[in-house]
Every structure is written in C-alpha cells, then in structure tokens.
C-alpha cells in the first residue's frame, strides 16, 4: 500500500532564541519549568549510531503511537502528558514543526533503570539465553529456539547508557538501584502493560515480542515513603522503537523475525559492511522508503486508521 502523502521532515529542531535541555537519539527536549516539551524528530539510530538520513513520519508515529497507548492503558498507572495540542506561547510560531510530534509533559524524576518486559527470546535475551540459560538471572526452561514464546511473560530490567548500550541486569540489582518497593511495583505494572498491549495486538495480527519502559517519580524522590506511589509512565508507549512487533502472519520460530521497525535499515548496513562506528552512511531513497512504510504499517494496524486521519 501506499505510505501516504510526507509531512515535514525533521531531522533536528532550531527555535530562534530557544534552546534545548537536552538532544537524544531522536527526540528533542525543551525545559518550560515544571513541564517539558518532547519533540520527536526523524532521526534514526542503528548500532548506537545516528545516520544522516531522516526516516520521513518517523517522528510522528513515535509521538501519536505513544499518544495511543498512554490513553489507552491509562488505568494501569498514570502518565506524564499533559497535552499533544496546547504548547507555550513561546512556541507560537513553530506550530507547524510541533504538529503531531510533540508533547508537553510533567517533569519527573526519571528512575535509573529501563524496564524491560520479553514474551518471546530474542535480541539480547537471546543471546544470553545461549550463554547462561538465563536472562537477567532469570532461569528459562532448556531447548529454547530463537523467537520461542515464553511459557509467562519475564522482567528483565536494564542500565540506562548514555552511550553504548543499555546492560541487562537481575532484579536484584534493580533493586540495590531504585528501592525493592519501587522495584516490585515497577515490575508489576510493566509486566501489566505488557500483557494488555500484547493481548489488544494479538487478535490484530501482531506479536508484541518484547517492550521497554520508562517510569519517573513526580513530586517525589528514591528513598523517600512517598516514592511508590509518585511512580508515573513517562517516555514513550510501545512504539516499533522501543518494542518488537512481529507480524504474526509470518511468525516461525528457531530464528530471527520480520519486524515493524528499522530492521530494512540495519540489512542494509550489514550489507554494506559499515564498520559500525560514527559517521553513518547516508541510506539509498529505497531503504528510507521501506522504512517508512513499516513505521506507518505499525501505526495503522494497532490503531486501526492512517496516520494522516
């Protein structure tokens, strides 16, 4: 099918007289105060590396996607956003670049770890796996293949690398870093979400493989009596970026699997035999192309309409 009609592409926002708090690998954060404005751009990483070439809608898809789960799961923890629509008066004159990308939120105290839930081994769980027969000190029935679903869903948290990539770690040490009640209460609220994703995606056709989340403390601090119940969803929602979602059409375990993400942009970067080490390789308009119809595909079937309705 067609990708549909391309919106403004951004690669990296510049507001005259307004500067960023901070720039990730893809989105853009304006400190208001109390708030902050998350701008998803189109950047895209692989191997840790940001590329030179924009994945056009690749932004907005992460922000209306992540507008879509927060809403929906909203019962199970609350979120940070405030607004999709409304944005300081500073801000006025970009409207058309904030367009379906951004969101002004509550500042949080982000927690130290990534929350990691897999339903499925694969990527670095796997390859754990194959060491240890274990995933983040987790013991896991023998014989596994790449791709096997899991007999339950498991925890297994990881570090925040500001470079590099996150480490997976036991529960234990989760623990040791944000408290075992803040520890215990994350796990049973990502391990939540996680079944009631998978179970809205699966009769959609998709396989919610494995998903990562972020929490933060609102009004409070680690450590303190209150830190438990100040958690809140922040970040973003099962997009393609943090989560794997497979078509379940062509699910076949005992190897890798077709993904709705950035899987045409890492081929090609192994055919290509890129060392894996800054700068990237500007990607072909085909790879782009390919790329961008996964992004908006994975919008489309879990929300049930185009991006651009």
């Known amino acids: 099918m067609a990708a549909g009609p391309v919106s403004r592409i951004i690669q990296e926002t510049h507001f005259a007289g307004l500067a960023p708090a901070a720039r990730g690998k893809v989105r853009d954060i304006y400190d208001l105060g109390d708030k902050l404005l998350i701008i998803a751009t189109d950047r895209l990483s692989a191997f840790d590396v940001i590329l030179p070439t924009p994945i056009p809608d690749k932004g907005r898809v ?7 789960w927060f809403d929906l799961l909203r019962d199970v923890i609350p979120n940070h956003v405030l607004s999709s629509t409304e944005f300081p008066a500073a ?11 951004s969101m002004v939120v509550r500042k949080t105290q982000p927690l130290p770890i990534e929350c990691v839930v897999r339903g499925y081994v694969s990527g670095s769980g796997w390859k754990d796996y194959k060491a240890t027969g274990k995933i983040c000190g987790i013991a ?10 899991f007999p339950e ?11 590099g990539h996150d480490e997976n770690i036991s529960f234990e040490q989760a623990a040791s870093l944000i408290g075992r009640d803040v520890a215990e209460r994350v796990r049973t609220v990502s ?8 179970a809205y995606a699966e009769p959609r056709g998709v396989i919610l493989a494995d998903t990562k989340f972020e929490f933060g403390l609102l009004g409070s601090t ?33 190897g890798p699997q077709p993904s709705f993400d950035k899987q045409f942009v890492r081929d090609y970067l192994e055919r290509i035999r890129w060392p894996k080490t800054p700068p990237g ?10 790329t961008r119809a996964k992004y908006r595909d994975a919008y489309r079937i879990l929300t049930g309409h185009e991006l651009d309705q």
């Open 222 to 254: 680690l450590g303190s009596p209150n830190a438990v119940n100040s958690l809140v969803w922040i970040d973003e929602a099962l997009t393609p970026d943090s989560s794997r979602f497979w078509p379940a059409a062509q699910y076949s375990p005992g």
């Open 62 to 68: 992460l922000t209306q996607l992540s507008l879509f």
């Open 191 to 198: 391990i939540e979400i996680y079944r009631r994703a998978a």
């Open 281 to 290: 390789p500007e990607l072909p308009p085909d790879v782009v192309a390919a």
């Open 140 to 149: 896991l029935p023998a014989g596994l293949r790449e791709s096997d679903r």
């Open 91 to 101: 801000f006025n004159a970009f409207r058309e670049e904030l367009a379906d990308r």
């Open 153 to 163: 869903p498991i925890f297994t948290p990881a570090t925040k690398a500001s470079t």
